[in-house]
């Protein structure tokens, strides 16, 4: 059962539904989804960047309560399925949610499952 359905493979949902397994994780989607509302200005990200609505890992770390380790490890997987896109922006590492990918995900949910 390796059919696409509009670029979501059952390899790539398997994945997100992974990342999905760990409530920390979870939560983390839910703040990036709303970043005004759950985290502070960032300060090194400029319109020029096209990177609105990245949140740097510190600011994220701080949110979760978790440590820097297990917070860097948490996006990791995040990004690795797909959900999360990250940026470089000097010394300062953003990530903000992929909206596509959770569009495609959700499709292959209601038409799949």
Known sequence: MNQQLQGMTDEQAVEIFKALSNQTRVNILQMLKNP???FGTQAHIVKEEGFEGGICVS???SKTGISQSTTSQYLAILQQSGLLETKRIGQWTYYRRNEETIR???QYIRERL
Do not use: A, C, S, T
Request: no cysteine; aromatic share 12%; proline share 0%.
């Open 104 to 106: 495609q995900f959700e």
């Open 59 to 61: 600011d994220i770390r």
């Open 36 to 38: 005004n509302v759950h």
